[in-house]
């Protein structure tokens, strides 16, 4: 599964004829938390890497639940909400071979994740933290620069915005943006009237991700 996935994403970059265009999802988990927020973001994502990074991804996301066999169609999985997550065993079990196959998952606190999707990796990955992700890692310089790291889009708490990671074999198989929001500075721009400039930084650092989720070489844990 892992070599499949690899395959398929070096192929958006590759223009190869009549390939089918790549899909990436927004993850359906249970607890209550609001996992479709954020309903422009990843349309908006996409089409800023067609244009910009050469990429040919479906223009539309799709929706996978945790526990479900289609989440190892997607090389990349956007998780995003404001409130509580739960993983029963199966969908924790299913969602950790997703990772340990090749998949990505992107989780991106919408303010008020981190205190839930913290506790349910545990049961996804019981032996591994998630840790913070220097500057100088691959992910913050692909086509952009990010010297400083994520950059700051919605204030929250107020705090710098972090990175974290975790590590399996080697390979960066989940990567958490938080005190960021991303997904909000993907959003269309009437529905959070922000600066043109912090839109750009948040897309264009979305842009990154995927850039190193389709082209990314496993790496050592930094």
Not at 15 to 35: E, M, R, S, T, V
Not at 48 to 77: H, M, R, W
Request: with cysteine; glycine share 10%; aromatic share 14%.
């Amino acid at each position: 599964m892992r070599q499949l996935l690899i395959i398929l994403a070096l192929g958006i970059f590759a223009g190869a004829i009549n390939a089918q265009p790549l899909k990436i999802a927004k993850l359906k988990y249970d607890g209550g938390g609001d996992w479709y927020a954020n309903k422009t973001a990843l349309p908006n994502l996409i089409a800023f890497c067609n244009k910009n990074l050469g990429t040919d991804i479906a223009k539309d996301e799709e929706i996978v639940e945790v526990g479900s066999p289609d989440l190892f169609t997607f090389p990349y999985v956007y998780m995003t909400g404001h409130g509580n997550v739960v993983f029963n065993n199966q969908q924790a079990e299913n969602l950790r071979k997703y990772l340990t196959s090749g998949g990505f998952l992107h989780i991106d606190d919408n303010y008020g994740l981190d205190q839930f999707v913290r506790v349910e990796f545990k049961k996804v990955f019981p032996n591994l933290e998630f840790v913070e992700i220097p500057f100088t890692h691959p992910i913050y310089h692909q086509k952009y620069d990010f010297n400083n790291g994520l950059p700051k889009i919605h204030e929250h708490d107020g705090q710098p915005p972090q990175g974290f990671g975790i590590f399996y074999e080697g390979r960066l198989v989940c990567f958490y943006s938080y005190e960021s929001d991303l997904g909000n500075g993907w959003e269309d721009k009437s529905i959070y009237n922000d600066p043109e400039e912090v839109r750009q930084q948040a897309l264009k650092m979305g842009a990154n991700i995927i850039s190193y989720v389709f082209t990314g070489t496993p790496e050592v844990e930094q």
